[in-house]
């Protein structure tokens, strides 16, 4: 990005033309605001702007004078007056220092952004123009870098394809805006981009459609250096573009096939979109090919939805996400699946807690919104975001706090005779309902649940020397000792017995290994 200067001795004005301009849309970014004329030139010194805003009449050093005295001590930017009917004799002086845009205050938005783009294409235009004369020899027509990256051998030309000698590997990447919101901002953001690209040195950028989709060529570098070249683009410009990076090139005819994976993987975009920079070892990621069928998660999230187990219902939709990708769906499958999921859903919504109150759940506006999005990670994130909301209006104070509130019950009265029948009607649950549910709550049926809990204890008792194998047996619950000793068999793979005569065992040698 441009980086850009205000200057103006009064902060209202300052803030107001922060806030009226769509900086990152022109490719600009303010980076230091000067005070007055003595605070401008300093920071102007210090942080080299390309484009300076400065108010003509300051306290102390006008606006002019501050111009002329950083041009003087090196600065090369371009600079926009601000400045009020009188103060226009100050005109002639300006122009003699380059000034060549004046805005007249109160400051209209329109007419100060049709300044800043002017005088910003004028600097895009410069830099190209010294970057060009800076190859000299090395300059490699577009022709030729086209002609490469498509793999036309009737494109190339000798000469400059000699200045590709030096270099024995390849990389490329495509650089695409995919913001809607942007439109007319949309070429000059490539501009700025292709401009901050070519500086790097060592690579070649080119337009390659009519969208204006740059491509370029990177030689000899590491890939290391590359993806944080990158990523740091991707990141100033966050939401507003898309970049694919090609496998590695060896010589200069295997150049079109790092074109095309990058190629391949922009075309897949839908499902890549969210990270900014996807190279080849992120779609590798996905390639295997997910057993589990996209269509079967309607009923986990509903699983989770309804104990409004919300860590585990993020967990799902990871999977799901995964299950999408690795199975490359094309987006219209992608949105058939995600549509038919949210429809299933809310059939399971109306048998839990009926047509009336399931209204609540707006399932045709959430499947219009999945149609009209352009990437899988907005559908996930949309379906995630409203089934939480809904799970937790309609199961997030009942459900799962009564599960709560049954394992604790549980806990405590373990050595009482439990049966799911009587926890049902002290909870007020058909028993059939909450055997259902505290088995979606924890994994287990309710019997099993409890023999672990009983069993637990009981090898804690066991442990002691303190009571005998029936007295254990009664204390964690169980009246009858055989039934006790073939669950505590089933569980921990020996008797009662044994398992107390073990601990008794490993308790003496250690005592003798004390003494």
């Given amino acids: 990005m441009l980086k850009v200067m205000l200057v103006d001795d009064e902060p209202n004005v300052r803030q107001g033309v922060k806030m009226m301009i769509p900086w990152s849309e022109l490719g600009l970014e303010v980076i230091a605001e000067g005070e007055d004329g003595d605070d401008g030139l300093n920071k102007i010194l210090i942080n080299n702007p390309d484009i ?9 050093m006008t606006g002019i004078r501050m111009l002329d005295a950083a041009q003087k001590s090196g600065f090369k930017g371009k600079a926009l007056i601000l400045s009020g009917y009188s103060d226009f004799t100050y005109a002639k002086e300006a122009i003699s220092l380059g000034v060549k845009q004046f805005i007249l205050k109160p400051v209209d938005e329109d007419e100060l952004i049709e300044c800043l783009k002017t005088v910003r294409d004028e600097i895009i235009s410069e830099k190209a123009s010294v970057l060009q004369l800076q190859k000299g020899s090395e300059y490699i027509s577009e022709q030729t870098i086209r002609g490469l990256l498509l793999g036309d051998m009737s494109m190339l030309n000798d000469a400059d394809l000699s200045a590709y000698k030096a270099f024995d590997k390849f990389d490329t990447a495509l650089i695409s805006v995919v913001s809607p919101t942007l439109n ?59 970049i694919t990076i090609g496998s590695t090139a060896d010589r200069t005819d295997r150049i079109s096939e790092s074109y095309r994976t990058a190629h391949s993987l922009y075309e897949n975009r839908f499902l890549y979109l969210h990270y900014g920079v996807v190279s080849p070892d992120i779609a590798a990621e996905m390639r295997d090919v997910s057993s589990q069928p996209a269509e079967s998660f309607s009923k986990q999230f509903f699983t989770f939805m309804e104990i409004n187990d919300i860590a585990r219902l993020e967990s799902c ?47 045709e506006m959430i499947i219009s919104q999945i149609g009209a999005m352009n990437s899988l990670f907005e559908i996930i994130e949309l379906m995630k975001r409203e089934l939480i909301e809904i799970s937790n209006t309609f199961y997030g104070r009942t459900t799962k706090s009564t599960m709560e509130r049954v394992v604790r019950y549980i806990r405590a009265n373990y050595s009482q005779e439990l049966r799911l029948e009587m926890l049902a009607n002290i909870f007020g649950y058909n028993s059939a309902y909450l055997g259902k549910v505290f088995h979606q709550y924890t994994g287990d049926n309710f019997n ?13 008792l066991l442990s002691t020397d303190e009571y005998k194998v029936y007295e254990v047996a009664e204390m964690v619950g169980y009246t009858n000792i055989n039934y006790f000793h073939n669950k505590f068999k089933k569980y921990v793979g020996i008797s009662p017995l044994n ?17």
């Fill in 52 to 60: 300076v805003i400065a108010d003509v009449k300051m306290p102390g």
């Fill in 184 to 242: 007319d901002g949309k070429t000059a953001l490539l501009d700025i981009i292709r401009r901050q690209i070519s500086e790097l040195g060592n690579v070649d950028v080119i337009n390659v459609d009519l969208s204006g989709m740059l491509a370029v060529i990177f030689k000899n570098w590491n890939d290391g250096k590359i993806r944080d070249s990158l990523n740091k683009i991707s990141r100033d410009y966050k939401g507003k573009i898309f």
């Fill in 317 to 363: 939709f990871d999977d799901f996400r995964n299950t999408l990708c690795r199975n490359f769906y094309t987006p219209e499958k992608i949105k058939v699946v995600c549509i038919t999921t949210i429809i299933d859903i809310k059939n399971s919504i109306i048998k839990s807690v009926g047509e009336k109150k399931a209204e609540q759940f707006n399932d």
């Fill in 448 to 460: 099993n649940y409890l023999d672990r809990i009983r069993i637990t204890e009981a090898k804690r």
């Fill in 499 to 515: 398992y107390k005569k073990e601990c008794l065992n490993d308790s003496s040698a250690d005592d003798e290994e004390q003494e």
